[in-house]
Structures are given as structure tokens and as C-alpha cells.
């Protein structure tokens, strides 16, 4: 007799990272375009993250009411600081942010982001009430090795540590495997939802009943159904 997994409702959630694209001058045009497409789209939160220099323009554009929420695709974990180059959550929070993306894959590689690194800005993002966006993920390598769920549990654990139990109401999770951001390639389903029901183990065993409600994420260039609802 099969199993079946107990399916728990969540509001569907949806992020944009522009990442190193789009100027200024054309992120209004941009945002109202997006808004025009998806102002009828009810009871999903959706979440627009340009790069640092479009975030005032961005969030005049999108008003306190609109349909889509701000995010910001980093910040530093200091208040302020002479800290050359970075961004403070006080900061995004003047300029009307509501999310942050934090330990996405980029910046573990190319600016050599540890899971400490992470937890550390995940718990400051909170401390200055943004929701941080965590991303973990395997590369195509250690998928090959079969090392994907040893991987992904070591990066949950690392980058939320220290982030307190009752603060993950605005926790998300993103998983986003590495070998499929640029290549064309997706996670299946079936990948997706393997690695999602290990995420939601471990986020049980940290947060206790509380971590099945956190919403977790998938990076995809296109739709990809997780049959857990996650």
C-alpha cells in the first residue's frame, strides 16, 4: 500500500531575479509592463529583485499597494560600516524593500559566500524586518557524484543557523540547482520534489511542527510543478 504525503497548503510564491540587467532608466517602463501582465493574478505573492542601482526608481514604480513586492538580491549583514561597496538592510528598507535574496549560487561561487556568511545576513535580514530568500543548491558535479541531499542538508543547516524559531514565518527557501542556471536544462519534477521533501525534513527538524510551513522555491527559466505544493 502506498504512502501518500500529507499535501499542506501554501500561498504560491513567485521571484524575479534581474540580476546584472536592466539600468535605471528603463526598470519603470519594465515594472509597469510586469504590473500590467499580472494585476489580475490573485492570492500569489509575487517579488521583483533588480539590481541595487534600479531600487528607488523600482519601488516609486511599484507604490505600497501594487501587486508585486520589492526585493533586493543582497545585502551586507552590519548596520552600517566602512564596508566599501555594500548595502545595509536599513538601507534597502528606506528605499522600500521587502524581501532579499540571500547565498544565491552566484555569490557563493564567484565572491566565495560560506554557509556562515549566509546565516549570518539571514538572521541581520530579519533583525531589520526583510524576509530573506536563502538559496541552496548542488552543482552538476556533485548531482553526478550522487552527493545532492548530503549537499543541500549541509547548506540548510549552515545558512540557517542562529535564525530564530520565531521569525520563520518570513523565511523562504530557494532551491536552485546550480548545473541548470544558463544551461537550458530543468530539474524534473521528480528531482524537484525529491530534494523539496528532504529540504522540509530538515526544516522540521530545525524548527520542530513550525517548518512545514515555510514556502520553498524552485529556480527554473520555466514552470516546474512541485506535487507537494512547496
Keep these: 500500500m502506498t504512502k501518500l504525503r500529507k499535501v499542506i497548503p501554501r500561498r504560491p510564491f513567485v521571484a524575479g531575479?534581474?540580476?546584472m540587467h536592466r539600468t535605471a532608466s528603463d526598470t519603470k517602463s519594465l515594472i509597469e509592463d510586469i504590473v500590467q501582465r499580472v494585476q489580475k493574478i490573485a492570492n500569489v505573492d509575487m517579488v521583483v529583485c533588480p539590481p541595487f542601482t534600479s531600487l528607488p526608481v523600482a519601488g516609486e514604480t511599484l507604490?505600497?499597494?501594487s501587486v508585486l513586492a520589492l526585493g533586493a538580491q543582497n545585502m551586507h549583514q552590519s548596520k552600517e560600516g566602512a564596508f566599501t561597496g555594500e548595502v545595509s538592510g536599513p538601507m534597502l528598507r528606506d528605499l522600500g524593500v521587502r524581501y532579499v535574496i540571500l547565498g544565491h549560487s552566484e555569490r557563493r561561487q564567484y565572491f566565495n559566500e560560506t554557509d556562515?556568511?549566509?546565516?549570518a545576513k539571514a538572521v541581520a535580514a530579519a533583525d531589520y524586518h526583510l524576509r530573506p530568500i536563502v538559496c541552496v543548491g548542488e552543482t552538476l558535479a556533485q548531482r553526478e557524484?550522487?552527493?545532492t541531499m548530503a549537499v543541500v542538508e549541509t547548506q540548510v543547516r549552515g545558512s540557517l543557523?542562529?535564525?530564530?524559531?520565531?521569525r520563520i514565518s518570513?523565511?523562504?527557501i530557494a532551491y536552485e540547482p546550480v548545473w541548470a542556471i544558463g544551461t537550458g536544462k530543468v530539474?524534473?519534477?521528480k528531482q524537484a520534489n525529491d530534494v523539496h521533501h528532504k529540504i522540509r525534513t530538515i526544516l522540521s527538524d530545525l524548527f520542530g511542527p513550525e517548518g512545514k510551513n515555510i514556502r520553498i522555491l524552485i529556480e527554473s527559466t520555466r514552470p516546474v510543478r512541485a506535487s507537494e505544493n512547496d
Excluded at 161 to 166: D, T
Design 187 to 189: 530539474a524534473t519534477p
Design 63 to 65: 507604490g505600497r499597494h
Design 161 to 166: 543557523q542562529g535564525f530564530a524559531r520565531e
Design 170 to 172: 518570513e523565511l523562504v
Design 145 to 147: 557524484a550522487k552527493e
Design 17 to 19: 531575479n534581474w540580476k
Design 116 to 119: 556562515a556568511a549566509v546565516a
